[in-house]
């Protein structure tokens, strides 16, 4: 992989740890990461991000690690944005490095076409919707808009909270 197609990837790994902060993190954090993004701001930019729920992942630790490590999150997230994003694909490395790393969460494939506005979240219907899967018989793949994710998730994350 070139240089150019890994500063590409980390943007858009960047972009989505910057959504999913959002969902995850208490929103105080979120405007002071924002507002420390400056190169002055560097030091106190890297301190902000360890007291994040999301981080991008060790790139060193291979399939150890999904793409996005989100602290209490049952998701592994695999990013692609490519000229031809293959979600399929992506997907199948998605379970392959969850079941490899045993830590029991549910494999999605985050994928964007350069070019293009939307993001697309690729994930197994009997792994985000029991009951759907049911009436959806056949329809082993699901793909839904990345912002309809987003909200799905901090849904779930505020019942969470609630829980606790």
Do not use: N
């Not at 994003?85 to 985050?110: I, M, N, T, Y």
């Not at 076409?113 to 939307?118: D, M, Q």
């Not at 699901?142 to 969470?160: G, Q, V, W």
């Amino acid at each position: 992989m070139g240089a150019r197609s890994r500063r590409k990837g980390k943007s858009f790994e960047g972009a989505i740890a910057q959504d999913m902060r959002r969902v995850f993190d208490h929103p105080d954090l979120v405007d002071e990461l924002e507002s420390t993004t400056g190169v002055k701001d560097r030091a106190e930019h890297k301190a902000l991000l360890k007291e994040s729920r999301v981080r991008r992942s060790d790139q060193g630790r291979g399939a150890m690690e999904p793409d996005l490590v989100i602290q209490d999150c049952d998701c592994w997230m695999e990013l692609q944005d490519a000229q031809q994003p293959d979600p399929q694909a992506k997907l199948l490395q998605a379970e392959s490095d969850a079941l490899e790393a045993r830590h029991g969460q549910w494999p999605v494939a985050v994928t964007h076409k350069i070019g293009r506005r939307s993001i697309q979240v690729t994930l197994r219907c009997a792994v985000f919707l029991e009951e759907v899967a049911k009436w959806m018989s056949g329809m082993d793949v699901i793909t839904i808009d990345y912002s309809d994710f987003l909200d799905a998730l901090s849904e779930r994350d505020k019942a969470r909270a609630r829980a606790k």
